[in-house]
Each structure stands twice: as structure tokens, then as C-alpha cells.
């Protein structure tokens, strides 16, 4: 009896996981549904769009050229989870997207800048590198923590010797970040 209690716990556990994740209604929503979504002028509205087309449709490509359009949208929310979403998925992208989203990197707002690297990790944006090495700098933790995992996986061995100084950082979790960002540099060919 109480693994079938434990059984059943879990599993509206996972249930309520799941319904979380989506906004309400999206699961009836198709993609050219969620794509229209994507021009409304309620900012919640694009970005539950985008997180339905995330997690419904992550293998289409369909609304690729509508959400690099929102990457240079106004409303920063939007901006951001239009980055995200297009490096969850790994899209291709061209220079001139890779330029909204390192614009991204200067924003006044330590959110969007994160927001920024998180979507640089899963580009083709070794050539940005130059525009992630500031970041190290950053007055904000997270931000350097961020710019340390970007750098891991876009970077080679070569930027080891700028993210070295990072382990004396003031802030434990940067230490650590610093520290498996130069463990996974020496273990690329």
C-alpha cells in the first residue's frame, strides 16, 4: 500500500510538472496558432508562445524567422526569451542575428545580459567570444558565472589564462564556475 501511495504521489507530482511548464490552453494550440501569437502586442502573450513552440514544436523550424525578428523587439522580455528560445533549439543563425543578441550583452539589465549568453551557448557564436570576455568583469555574480559557461563551450584553451584570476573571485559560486569553464577548455582538442 505504500508504494502504491508513493506511486501515485509521484505521479501527480509529474502531472503538476507538466502542466506548469505550458501556459493554459497551449497544448490546444496549434504551431501556426502559436507562430500568429507571436505578433501580439501583449508581451505575455509572445513569450507564452514562445515557450509553447519551445516545448511542443522543438524540432520545427517553422517560427525561426519570426522569433529573430523579436530579437530585436522593444519589450526586453520578449527580446529575451526569443534569444532563449532560438539557443535552446539551436537555430541557425546569420551575423545580423548574432549582433541583436550580443546587443543583448550591453543591456543595462543583468537578466537580459544572462538571458544573452544562455542563448550564445547553444549558436554557432565562437566568433562573439571577443564580445563574451568583458562579461568577465561584470559587477553582477551571475553574469560572470554565465559569461564562465559560455565561454566553456564556445572557447578553446586559449582563454584559460583569462578566466584563471576568477578563482580567487570574492564570490564562491564564480569560483566554481571559473573553475569548470578551465576544466572543460583543457579537455577540448
Same mark, same amino acid.
Given at each position: 500500500?505504500?508504494?502504491? &501511495?508513493?506511486?501515485?504521489?509521484?505521479?501527480?507530482?509529474? %502531472?503538476?510538472?507538466? &502542466?506548469?511548464?505550458?501556459?493554459?490552453? *497551449?497544448? /490546444?494550440?496549434?504551431?501556426?496558432?502559436?507562430?500568429?501569437?507571436?505578433?501580439?502586442?501583449?508581451?505575455? @502573450? @509572445? @513569450?507564452?508562445?514562445?515557450?509553447?513552440?519551445?516545448?511542443?514544436?522543438?524540432?520545427?523550424?517553422?517560427?525561426?524567422?519570426?522569433?529573430?525578428?523579436?530579437?530585436? /523587439?522593444?519589450?526586453?522580455?520578449?527580446?529575451?526569451? *526569443?534569444?532563449?528560445?532560438?539557443? @535552446?533549439?539551436? !537555430?541557425?543563425?546569420?551575423?545580423?542575428?548574432?549582433?541583436?543578441?550580443? *546587443?543583448?550583452?550591453? !543591456?543595462?539589465?543583468?537578466?537580459?545580459?544572462?538571458?544573452?549568453?544562455?542563448?550564445?551557448?547553444? %549558436?554557432? !557564436?565562437?566568433?562573439?567570444?571577443?564580445?563574451?570576455?568583458?562579461?568577465?568583469?561584470?559587477?553582477?555574480?551571475?553574469?560572470?558565472?554565465?559569461?564562465?559557461?559560455?565561454?566553456?563551450? %564556445?572557447?578553446?584553451?586559449?582563454?584559460?589564462?583569462?578566466?584563471?584570476?576568477?578563482?580567487?573571485?570574492?564570490?564562491?559560486?564564480?569560483? &566554481?564556475? *571559473?573553475?569548470?569553464?578551465?576544466?572543460?577548455?583543457?579537455?577540448?582538442?
Amino acid at each position: 500500500m505504500k508504494n502504491f &501511495t508513493r506511486r501515485i504521489f509521484v505521479g501527480m507530482l509529474a %502531472l503538476t510538472v507538466v &502542466t506548469l511548464e505550458l501556459p493554459a490552453g *497551449a497544448k /490546444d494550440k496549434s504551431e501556426d496558432q502559436l507562430i500568429a501569437e507571436l505578433s501580439s502586442p501583449k508581451e505575455e @502573450v @509572445v @513569450v507564452d508562445a514562445l515557450l509553447s513552440l519551445e516545448k511542443q514544436y522543438p524540432t520545427s523550424t517553422k517560427a525561426f524567422p519570426t522569433m529573430k525578428k523579436l530579437l530585436t /523587439d522593444p519589450r526586453p522580455k520578449v527580446r529575451r526569451k *526569443a534569444a532563449r528560445v532560438l539557443g @535552446v533549439l539551436h !537555430a541557425e543563425v546569420d551575423e545580423q542575428n548574432l549582433k541583436d543578441i550580443c *546587443a543583448m550583452l550591453n !543591456a543595462s539589465d543583468s537578466r537580459e545580459q544572462m538571458d544573452a549568453l544562455i542563448s550564445l551557448r547553444g %549558436l554557432k !557564436a565562437e566568433s562573439k567570444i571577443p564580445e563574451i570576455l568583458p562579461l568577465l568583469n561584470s559587477p553582477t555574480p551571475n553574469v560572470i558565472r554565465d559569461a564562465c559557461r559560455t565561454l566553456a563551450v %564556445l572557447g578553446n584553451k586559449e582563454l584559460i589564462p583569462q578566466i584563471e584570476p576568477l578563482l580567487k573571485h570574492s564570490n564562491k559560486a564564480v569560483q &566554481t564556475d *571559473a573553475q569548470d569553464a578551465i576544466y572543460k577548455l583543457k579537455n577540448k582538442a
